[in-house]
């Protein structure tokens, strides 16, 4: 059984290292960028080892992967607990709710943006997959609450599936505009656009 160091068992050693490596990438894919960083350089940005990189992940695209993931997870459980907080609201509110905390949370470091919707595309087939994955997930959350909107009578009866694809890929180009944007765009002018936008189209006849 490994032994503990200094108080610190080995899978906090193991998770820490992770957690540096996960950093690294962060920091490296959206600076450097990811087709020019190299494993060496994320080994050096969080101080472990190749051996250690290794031993977390099989490539800098599986690291890459992991952020995606890591990112867009972290979204969707703020705006799914921030509206179970709000199972009575109107549908105004929830929506409103929904891409305040969607927004706060994905801009809350702006270097997520720029991992999620520049260096992650395009990369493998394996983060092309999660991406449409999550893009499903998004679509399905926003479609579930324009059918919400229909059974309370504020939106017609209909299907809303494609609008919600298109929310979600007019919510990506409206990200993708902010972080590329000299100066930055203010975070709440991006999220009352998104919220208009969504309005119109779950509400339009």
């Not at 920091?27 to 450097?32: I, P």
């Not at 702006?110 to 919707?117: D, E, I, S, V």
């Not at 087939?125 to 999660?130: G, L, P, R, T, V």
Request: charged share 25%; net charge negative.
């Amino acid at each position: 059984m490994a032994r503990a160091y200094g108080g610190v068992s080995p899978e906090q050693r193991r998770a820490d290292r992770r957690a540096k490596l996960l950093q690294a990438g962060l920091a490296l894919f959206t600076s450097t960028g990811f087709a020019a960083t190299r494993i060496t350089e994320l080994c050096t940005e969080a101080g472990v080892s190749t051996r250690n990189f290794y031993e977390e992940f099989a490539s800098k695209e599986d690291l890459l992967r992991e952020l995606h993931d890591l990112i867009n997870a972290t979204a969707f459980t703020e705006v799914r607990t921030a509206l179970t907080e709000l199972e009575t609201a109107d549908v105004e509110t929830r929506i409103t709710t929904l891409l305040e905390v969607f927004v706060r949370t994905v801009t809350a470091d702006p270097r997520a943006p720029r991992l999620n919707y520049v260096e992650a595309v395009g990369v493998n087939a394996e983060i092309e997959d999660q991406h449409v994955r999550w893009v499903n997930t998004w679509a399905e959350f926003i479609e579930s609450e324009a059918l919400r909107a229909a059974a309370a009578g504020v939106a017609p009866q209909r299907s809303y599936r494609l609008t919600a694809i298109a929310l979600v890929g007019a919510i990506t180009g409206l990200l993708r505009e902010w972080q590329a944007h000299e100066p930055p765009l203010a975070v709440d002018e991006i999220a009352t656009e998104i919220r208009e936008l969504m309005l119109a189209a779950i509400t339009r006849p």
